[in-house]
């Protein structure tokens, strides 16, 4: 308990928890989510809206949001007759946040790292490989609406549209 008092002297304030977190809230949902490329990208783009429009309200859009998605694949562990059994999947995510006059106001990346098993099955690799990009679809997609969400409340506490 007394941490939280703490937490509250040097102005720590919840993103969610007061009236100004219902108008990040409600920010979040007017912020227009552009098409990402792949199937992956459809999985982050899918995630973002869940994230940010959970009820898919369809208020007036106030700024755009464009993400480019890079993937890569690293084998961490190698048997002596060099097949890979253990893998990582790193996602990165580029993003821009623009206004709807088209100033640029917020860009930056985030990278999730997700390891998966290699296995002697191809569907059971498949599989895990699958599981770990949909893993980092959901990393990605909380780094950025987290990231969002404190430059809009930062925004909305300065006093600003």
């Known amino acids: ?14 993103l969610y928890g007061n009236s100004s977190g219902a108008a990040v809230t409600q920010t979040l949902a007017a912020i227009q989510i552009g098409l990402i490329r ?31 998605l890079t993937e890569s694949k690293q084998s961490l562990a190698v048997r002596r007759d060099d097949t890979a059994t253990l893998a990582n999947l790193v996602m990165s995510a580029s993003y821009i946040l623009t206004a709807t006059d088209g100033t640029e106001v917020l860009s930056g990346s985030v990278r999730s790292f997700n390891s998966y098993d290699i296995s002697s099955s191809d569907f059971a690799t498949l599989s895990a490989e699958a599981d770990a990009r949909a893993r980092a679809a959901r990393d990605l997609a909380d780094d950025i609406t987290i990231r969002i969400g404190v430059f809009l409340s930062g925004l909305q506490q300065a006093g600003a549209p």
């Open 38 to 68: 792949d199937r992956t990208g459809q999985l982050l783009r899918n995630e973002l809206l869940d994230r940010m429009n959970p009820r898919a309200l369809q208020p007036t859009p106030l700024y755009s949001l464009n993400v480019e």
């Open 1 to 14: 308990m007394f941490l939280f008092l703490g937490l509250q002297a040097c102005g720590f304030q919840p």
